[in-house]
């Protein structure tokens, strides 16, 4: 009983790494079950949503729950069964796909029977512990990106490089809001309230041939691809509960982004005068 406690807490563990950083419904699934069926464990359930993951096991055909005892002198009865169910609360975060690669490495070592329970246990965290990408080079391939699109939606070269400009400031001014702790909502309103400033500004006195592109361009970066892509596989392997939340987060941040554009962009015309 409690190897099958221990295998419990190891699949969790593995599922909220894996969920946390973008993995999909499916795959958290599919990746718990088969890890649980390799260390033995065949009476294991699991439901996962976006945000939390419930798990439990049962042994010759019993559901495994806690049995309370009345006062602390009582000796526990040899009949009584133990906990062995896990609820984990997991909030929508960034997405780090390394993480979810290793994830999948490890649990396809765990099957091909290559690490013991407690090796596993150290390799999660090991993975749970990989950094996220440099600050600089995601500085530069925010503005590289912002820069790209801006050129294949119709931008000039001018407008890329003011689309590269904007986008490295957009970059640095996120992991600024991010380090003070800002929250998604307030993050993407003010990112993209700044982005647009300074594209307008860029192409009234600076240089640029498209407004618009430039801004469109700079705004990518924001823009929550993963999030939307998994939602609308959750919703194709017909977990729609999973597949709406994410899809509602999706579409908040949108909804955040084109507040921030257009309220700028609103302010600017007004202030100035001038068509935009």
């Known amino acids: 009983m409690n190897e099958s406690r221990k295998v419990l807490e190891l699949t969790t563990r593995i599922g909220e790494v894996l969920l946390k950083n973008g993995g999909e419904i499916f795959r958290v699934q599919e990746t718990m079950q088969r890890i649980a069926k390799a260390y033995g464990v065949e ?4 439901y996962v949503l976006a945000n939390g993951i419930f798990a439990s096991i049962e042994e010759d055909g019993r559901q495994i729950c806690q049995q309370l005892q009345v006062g602390n002198n009582e000796e526990k009865d040899s009949d009584d069964l133990v906990v ?3 609820i984990r609360y997991i909030p929508l975060s960034s997405i780090h796909l390394g993480r979810v690669a290793a994830v999948n490495n490890l649990s ?3 099957v091909a029977k290559k690490y013991t329970m407690e090796e596993a246990r150290k390799k999660i965290e090991e993975i749970d512990k990989i950094p996220f990408t440099n600050n600089l080079l995601q500085i530069f391939v925010s503005g590289l990106g912002s820069g790209a699109f801006c050129y294949l939606l119709g931008g000039s070269l001018i407008d890329s490089l003011a689309s590269f400009l904007s986008g490295i400031l957009l970059w640095c001014f996120v992991l600024y809001l991010s380090k ?7 993050l993407n309103i003010l990112s993209s309230a700044l982005v647009t400033l300074t594209g307008i500004l860029m ?3 600076v240089f640029g041939e498209n407004m618009d592109k430039i801004i469109i361009g700079s705004i990518i970066p924001l823009l929550p691809g993963v999030p939307l892509t998994n939602s609308i596989r959750d919703f194709l392997n017909g977990d729609y509960l999973s597949g709406t939340i994410r899809m509602i987060d999706a579409v908040l941040v949108a909804c955040c982004i084109a507040l921030g554009v257009g ?3 609103r302010v600017f015309q007004i202030v100035t005068g001038m068509p935009v």
């Open 180 to 186: 003070k702790g800002a929250n998604k909502i307030m």
């Open 108 to 110: 396809r070592e765990i």
């Open 203 to 205: 192409f009234r006195y």
């Open 263 to 265: 309220v700028v962009l």
């Open 43 to 46: 009476g294991f359930h699991v």
């Open 84 to 86: 062995a169910s896990q």
